[in-house]
């Protein structure tokens, strides 16, 4: 069974530029979930997908979105990349969040590197 | 006030001897806990899932859950060298149709031989 794909899983950008990363999940997977992962801040929730609507989101700027789409797999975009954006952007896939137990499963995570 | 919180260590224990990893929580509806431990350079990976009050047992580990004081700790018996990684203390912060896991900033743990 495969885990969770995350892609691609090292990028350089420069400030200002913006970035996509995607994220499959796990099969039979609808939940997807995307964390940043900084060495001061840990693990912060950004932005949860289900059945293709976010159905909640952290306490980030807009420059973060992300989408969902019908076979599950998400993608997430960060604009105008800033210094601070250089961090470990991790997807997270569950099955069933609604019922309150939340099990996740990471991916790799991707590195991303903002010059 | 962080809504978990643990102690960012190292906590250092010997092969061998039991690691007692703390975590306490700020939201009291929350519902769920879990342990994740993440090896340098990778990503977070479960140990363990709680739901109810008391103890829960799997293998070396243990997992205990106190509502009423709003914590939950981890208790790694005949510590590895190969335990040592950093521990993620997550709650379920349950907001109905949707919910989010919150985690501590975790407690890296070196078992030393």
């Known amino acids: 069974k495969a885990g969770v794909t995350q892609t691609p899983r090292y990028l350089i950008k420069t400030r200002g530029q913006q970035v996509t990363l995607s994220c499959s999940p796990i099969s039979g997977h609808r939940s997807v979930s995307w964390y940043q992962q900084t060495p001061g801040q840990g693990l912060q929730f950004l932005f949860e997908y289900f059945s293709e609507t976010q159905r909640n989101k952290g306490n980030f700027p807009g420059r973060f979105s992300g989408r969902q789409f019908s076979n599950s797999r998400s993608e997430m975009n960060v604009s105008t990349l800033e210094l601070g954006d250089s961090a470990l952007y991790l997807c997270?896939?569950?099955?069933?969040?609604?019922?309150?137990?939340?099990?996740?499963?990471f991916g790799a995570g991707s590195r991303l590197t903002v010059l | 006030q962080k809504e978990v919180e643990q102690n960012s260590g190292p906590l250092s224990v010997p092969e061998g001897a039991i690691a007692s990893l703390n975590c306490t929580y700020s939201d009291r509806v929350s519902q769920s806990f879990f342990w994740y431990r993440q090896y340098s350079g990778k990503s977070p990976e479960l140990i363990m899932s709680?739901?109810?009050?008391g103890d829960k047992e799997d293998g070396r580990f243990t997992a205990q859950l106190n509502k009423a004081s709003q914590y939950v700790s981890l208790l790694i018996r005949d510590s590895q060298p190969s335990d040592s990684a950093t521990y993620l203390c997550a709650v379920n912060l349950n907001t109905g149709t949707a919910s989010k896991l919150t985690f501590g900033t975790g407690t890296r743990l070196q078992v030393t031989l």
């Open positions: 709680i739901y109810s009050n």
């Open positions: 997270a896939s569950s099955r069933d969040p609604g019922q309150g137990i939340n099990v996740l499963t």
